[in-house]
């Protein structure tokens, strides 16, 4: 178990919706990461957030946004769901000391089915 | 585009054999390359990983081995074992001045049979 609590776990929709994914980093924890996993494009980084700012900005459309909450748990917008979303979310999280800490702890994440 | 080059897609091995997972890199700025494996159901979780100031690292049965000139790194998988079986994931990233995002390759799905 890595420490980090993703919610739901599986989640159905239909094209045009919108839904929020959950994730509660590790104790302690002050960066999330967010990552979309899918059969042909891999893991995708999406965004970061470290203490409740964005940090880094990665392939994240336009219909999705996050934020990191003042308890430090994240959530993942995505609206206008089309059936290419479908996709496993993953969120992450990593202490941040120092510089950089170069280890994520992942979830279990979100299977996301846009139907 | 693929700023981490992984192959091969699938790999299928005997128990106690050798498992090796090839990875290609493009930006000479990464500077940290750690490889995460994954059982199905779950998150990716770091197996191993090394700097380019070294040109192996061993870990247990796990070994990577680096080329910074080829800008190529591999995981070697000694006496492979049914319970390795998983996806592995190569990445990399810049610490230094980067945006700090870990950039993965596609994965390999390993077998290892009885």
């Known amino acids: 178990d890595s420490g980090v609590t993703q919610t739901p776990k599986h989640l159905i929709t239909a094209t045009g919706q919108r839904v929020t994914l959950r994730c509660s980093p590790r104790s302690g924890d002050l960066s999330v990461y967010w990552y979309q996993q899918s059969l042909d494009q891999g893991l995708q980084f999406l965004i970061q957030?470290?203490?409740?700012?964005?940090?880094a900005k990665g392939n994240i459309l336009e219909r999705f946004s996050a934020q990191q909450f003042p308890d430090l748990h994240s959530e993942l917008n995505l609206s206008s769901l089309e059936l290419g979303d479908s996709a496993l979310y993953f969120c992450a999280s990593s202490p941040r000391q120092g510089e950089y800490n170069e280890k994520l702890f992942f979830g279990s994440g979100t299977q996301l089915s846009v139907l | 585009q693929q700023q981490v080059k992984q192959s091969p897609q699938s790999l299928i091995v005997q128990k106690g054999g050798i498992s090796i997972i090839n990875c290609a890199y493009e930006n000479t700025a990464f500077d940290y390359f750690p490889w995460y494996q994954q059982f199905p159901g779950k998150g990716p979780a770091l197996l191993i990983a090394i700097r380019p100031d070294v040109s192996e690292k061993k870990e247990g049965r796990f070994t990577i081995s680096f080329n910074k000139s080829a800008k190529q790194f591999s995981l070697h998988i000694m006496d492979s074992q049914p319970g390795d079986s998983a996806t592995y994931f190569c990445?990399?990233?810049?610490?230094?001045?980067?945006?700090?995002?870990?950039?993965f390759g596609k994965g390999t799905k390993l077998t290892v049979n009885p």
């Open positions: 957030y470290y203490n409740g700012e964005e940090r």
């Open positions: 990445a990399a990233t810049q610490t230094q001045g980067g945006s700090e995002k870990l950039v």
